[in-house]
């Protein structure tokens, strides 16, 4: 056993046995449940035709040590189980038939020795003689681990999952009692674990002054520096071998490997650089500083960095439709390019909107028109809808007063705009006279609501107008001038 900085401080040995490495637990009253083997040579052809004369046969061997060391209890698997119980070949020179890989302890101290290929609890009446499954969880038979593999119910409630074998992808899932997935782990490179423990646990052989680094503010366009001090509390000289982040707003700026001498403090250089970012992100990575030593032993050590990007700009507003002239019918949205409030800090809302939204006929001076105000959800946009029709050919005026701000204070800094009104539908028919009765041009079935008519061709002077439109029962009868 090894303390946070990897100094060896205790061990444990089997009595009388070898010991099996496959699993072992520190139990909370200091006493210690260790695997061994025990090996006879037995005559299997006793037992079977085919067997071996002198095969080695391995049994496993259970034994509770107290804190000194002592045997206080022992159980051995030729004592309970006979080796024909076994699917293994007994005419082989070895015969591995009960093969332990996890210890555990229940509820009433009883010890038991569990293989798992999926989690699965069991309700047990032992009155009753009866078992009883009431969960399980089998990733959807998509995960299969031919060796290894454990299960762990956490105080949590969840339940911690080590796939073995030779799986790398999931290696370990942590799920809730739903089934939902709370933590996933996948190995590289094909690595593998025989069980998957999970407790606090923090490295003291070396590590980083400070658990977080907060850049601040970036202002857009500098590359913001910080030096991280991590110390080697070790006798050995160390190296930073790898670096990892999740994102690419921060990044190690150093050549690896990254020497850390025994007994020193040394400087990583870390740079928040997140280009290409909006105003007002937030950012938030995980570093993970990785020393691997001989390829076999990985031992890391993690700081959060912290940083954001103020946002200074005003918000920004387009109307749709975006046009000098408007059908009578037109609904009005009024867009921002961010979610805006009041500029006293309140929440808009449909009710409130009517007081920084003005729409009046001719100019700001005009009489009200009744309209109906609709906030978006994601405080993006106005709906501005008229009560009924506009009426044709009429000027409306459109205010946004400087009353509003975005969520990081900016003020707004208002808009105004008229519109001018054609008929809704489009036109039924459009017919254009000379100021003689001539008809120059007629067209059928307009339905945008712009129509341009090429008049170069004509003299100057006076021409008719008749328009007949779908919403309107009457005709409309405008004179018009060309220079």
Known sequence: MMDSSYQVVDSVRMENY?????????????????????????????????GNVAATVKGCVIQELDAEKNV???????????????YKDLSSSSVDYVHPNALEIDHDGNKRNPSYSRAAEYEMDEEA???????????????????????????SGTTLLGYGGQISDPAAREVHPDGSIALELSFDNNMRAGRVLKFPWRTTLFEPVVDSVNFGEWDGYTEKVYLLQVKNNG?????????????????????????????????????M??????????YHDILTLNADRDSTERIAVQVHLLGHYPDITSPLVSLSPDTDTIQTNAVIQILFNESVRISDGSELTDENAGSVVVFREENENGPD???????????????????????AFQHYFL?????????????????EKTFTTTPSLGFETLDIYSISGQLIHSRKGISDPIYSVNLSNQAPGFYLLKIEAKAHAETLYLKITKN
């Open 18 to 50: 070898l010991l099996d490495s496959h699993d072992f637990i520190a139990m909370e009253n200091g006493h210690f449940l260790i695997f061994g083997l025990e090996l006879r040579t037995m005559d299997l052809s006793t037992l079977v035709d085919t």
């Open 72 to 86: 206080i209890f022992e159980w051995n698997s030729f004592d309970h189980y006979e080796i024909t119980d076994t």
């Open 129 to 155: 003689r009866t078992i009883e499954l009431v969960w399980k969880y089998d990733t959807n038979k998509e995960v299969f681990g031919k060796t290894g593999g454990s299960t762990r119910r956490l105080p």
């Open 235 to 271: 006798l050995h000289d160390l190296s930073i071998t790898s670096t990892a982040l999740h994102g690419n707003e921060f990044r190690v700026d150093e050549t690896l490997p990254f020497d850390l001498p025994a007994g020193e403090t040394s400087l990583i250089k870390v740079v």
């Open 273 to 282: 650089y997140p280009e290409g970012s909006p105003e007002g992100s937030v």
């Open 369 to 391: 028109v009744p309209v109906t105000l609709k906030v978006s959800e994601d405080k993006t946009s106005i709906e501005i809808s008229p009560l009924s029709e506009l009426d």
């Open 399 to 415: 205010k946004i007063r400087a009353e509003l701000e975005d969520y990081s204070g900016n003020l707004f800094a208002g808009k």
